[in-house]
């Protein structure tokens, strides 16, 4: 988004125009976490196989339940169509087109345990497909219609549901609840190991016994780590599955998944891929002759460029499509005559939606541009496209276009008649140089009911990742524009180690935590105060989570130009953090080495290295963690809190026992919004 202009000049068109809006219709109020709570969350849109309809899920908080419940909708893609409600139990999520566009399957939990329910696309009773006691996920039609593949959580020694059954009773009422490991990976995300693997399954598409096609695989299907539902995918004939599994050990040290071949009348799985790297979401072409997969090239690194590659059926050979292209492939779509791909990639903060020819050499082009898209499908006569589109200032709803990009038509409104009565500003790009000279991104977004002669505290978001990005999209849990709501100048920068600006841009952060990516955020908050009148210099506050977290807590211990910091889920002993979290790959890649084979790295970039600083250890730090966080254990935050307490830095801890890396229950994400609110306003008056 290279967007210049003039900030003073830009300055004085969106005074104009705010004064003009107010001039002509009623005012509007500040988002408030009401507001947020309220939106209603659109997602996993798919378009039916003859492009005349689209389905999807929408989410509505709850807050009395603390949940968000889901119902499956469907709209037509004629302009001017209403959506209706296909399921109305509020525990609906993935729905799937049959391939004859009569029927629409779909995951519920509305029994208890998830199963695959299927139910006519005009509408009518659901049929509940499976009754396992492990439930089933990622359900997927076979291209024939026949079958179902999913995937289930079960003991690769079980032979049947029963054996699953009986052990998964014995383990609950058992009053000895120990647990014992004699290898890594042990916990993932917020879950222990139970011994459990997901395998796939393959099931009558009216129902009937399911058969395990991987079975007594000491494997996941799709990968625990880093899988979705994209790792596996019916040949066009039905006759085979193709999915990534990760079979090195031990887990926790390997980003290496590789595609296998199976038979779905069974048979021994057939790997394909021998690359080092992360081989994943195959997508077959229409005439069977290629599968098209995207792949990592580089071990033990999870935020390599994703590269859009070509297995040839027949050959059993691999080529890279396009060499030249700079960004991770993801979503791919073949075109129905097999001559063209569709992906979507992220770029400079946006995800358009490319299109290339499946040919080595081809070089993509964007057809949809200047927009972030996600959610991609496309119709079985190839003549229409549908996705989720979202921004900073709107929450994602479904839209079509023609194949080639053109005529993009929203077909959903589920949130505009709240949208209407906030004030929300939209984001402005800037670019700036950083360290060493390097251009970098940030966006600024002013606080509602703007005064451009007033001065604004001004709050500085930093992500996580540290290999990912700010994007202009909506927020669910971190909502940039609540963040400017309280009349902060919320800034958002993608400092070096951000995803979407080339390999070398992510990679620069290696080795490198506290380094150039500092600096890349302090040159953004001197651009921003040098060229922005109405940000307030002596009101900065700065807030992060995961590597956003791990920001503050360096800057708590190297800088004292803030009047109050925000951790949430931030590293702290690197040293520490290795010893506890879960994905050891991260930490040994980022840091070259392992605590005693690069000690010095883990000692120079760990914020507990420099808490004895008294010159710059003393900015009010409000810290957040949750007991559950497997990836960032909270002990990290514990360890942060504890040394500002005892050096008599004001500070609060906040400790969520039932949460994990992300706070996700509706009651919790109301006290933790109040709680920063509050944290900021003490300290920016």
């Known amino acids: ?157 079980c032979e049947d549901d029963a054996c699953n059954r009986v052990r998964d009773e014995a383990a609950e009422k058992s009053k000895g609840k120990a647990r014992v490991y004699d290898h890594l990976l042990y916990r993932h995300w917020v879950h222990w190991s139970d011994g459990k693997r997901s395998h796939l399954f393959l099931i009558g598409a009216n129902g009937g016994m399911p058969r395990d096609l991987t079975p007594h695989a000491d494997y996941d299907v799709p990968p625990d780590e880093r899988g979705d539902a994209n790792d596996f995918a019916f040949s066009p004939d039905s006759k085979e599955i193709c999915f990534t ?28 891929t021998s690359n080092p790297g992360f081989d994943g979401h195959p997508a077959y072409s229409p005439d069977g002759r ?72 081809s070089t993509p082009r964007e057809i949809v541009k200047n927009t972030f898209n996600e959610s991609l499908s496309l119709s079985a ?17 479904v839209f079509t276009s023609r194949s080639d990009g053109s005529a993009a038509m929203q077909l959903s409104e589920h949130n505009a008649a709240r949208l209407a009565s906030i004030d929300m500003n939209p984001p402005e790009p800037f670019w700036y140089e950083g360290a060493g000279g390097t251009h970098v991104e940030g966006m600024l977004i002013r606080p509602p009911h703007f005064d451009a002669m007033k001065k604004y505290p001004l709050l500085l978001l930093i992500h996580g990742g540290p290999q990912s990005l700010w994007t ?32 070398k841009f992510t990679d620069e952060i290696t080795d490198d935590w506290g380094g150039r990516a500092y600096e890349d955020l302090m040159k953004g908050m001197d651009y921003v105060i040098e060229n922005y009148p109405f940000a307030d210099a002596n009101r900065l506050a700065a807030a992060g989570g995961s590597y956003g977290g791990y920001m503050v807590d360096w800057i708590a211990t190297h800088s004292g130009r803030f009047k109050v910091l925000i951790s949430h889920a931030g590293l702290y002993d690197n040293a520490a953090m290795y010893g506890a979290t879960e994905e050891l790959w991260f930490e040994e890649h980022d840091m070259a080495g392992t605590p005693w084979t690069n000690p010095e790295s883990y000692r120079k970039w760990s914020p507990s290295t420099y808490a004895g600083n008294l010159g710059k250890f003393r900015t009010p730090t409000l810290v957040i963690c949750g007991e559950l966080d497997y990836r960032v254990p909270y002990t990290q935050s514990l360890e942060f809190f504890t040394a500002l307490q005892r050096q008599n830095v004001p500070s609060k801890l906040v400790v969520y026992p039932d949460e994990g890396h992300w706070i996700l229950k509706p009651q919790n994400s109301q006290f933790w919004y109040k709680t920063f609110s509050d944290w900021l306003a003490a300290y920016l008056e």
Do not use: C
Request: no cysteine; glycine share 8%.
């Open 1 to 157: 988004m290279h967007l210049k202009s003039s900030p003073m000049s830009l300055l004085f068109f969106l005074t104009i125009l705010a004064s003009s809006a107010q001039a002509q219709g009623p005012s509007k109020h500040a988002m408030t976490f009401d507001d947020l709570a309220a939106v209603q969350r659109v997602a996993e849109p798919q378009i039916s196989p003859d492009g005349r309809a689209i389905v999807y899920s929408v989410g509505i908080t709850e807050m009395d339940s603390n949940r968000v419940a889901h119902n499956i909708w469907i709209v037509s893609t004629t302009p001017g169509s209403q959506p209706r409600e296909l399921t109305q139990t509020g525990h609906d999520t993935r729905p799937q087109w049959s391939p004859d566009g009569k029927s629409v399957a779909f995951l519920s939990s509305r029994d208890g345990t998830p199963q695959i329910y299927v139910i006519p696309a005009q509408g009518g009773n659901a049929k509940k497909i499976t009754s396992l006691s492990t439930g089933a996920d990622n359900e997927k039609w076979s291209p024939d219609g026949r079958w179902i593949a999913f995937t289930s959580n079960v003991f690769p020694d």
């Open 245 to 272: 599994a990760v079979t090195d050990r031990p887990e926790a040290i390997t980003t290496n998944g590789d595609l296998f071949l199976v038979p779905t009348s069974g048979g021994e799985p057939k790997r394909i």
């Open 290 to 361: 290629f599968i098209a997969y995207h792949s990592q090239k580089t071990p033990e690194y999870e935020s390599d460029r994703w590269r859009l590659m070509l297995y040839d059926h027949a050959g059993e050979t691999h080529m890279e499509v396009p060499k030249s292209f700079d960004r991770s492939v993801d979503e791919i779509v073949w075109s129905p005559d097999s001559k063209d791909i569709y992906f979507t990639a992220v770029s400079e903060a946006e995800q358009p939606i490319y299109k290339i020819a499946a040919a080595p050499g």
């Open 381 to 397: 006569d190839g003549n229409s496209l549908a996705f989720l589109r979202s921004s900073l200032t709107m929450p994602a709803e």
């Open 472 to 503: 202009d999209s909506w927020g669910y849990r971190w909502n940039e524009e609540l963040f400017a709501a309280p009349g902060f100048v919320a800034v958002v920068i993608n400092p070096r180690g951000s995803s979407g600006y080339g390999q």
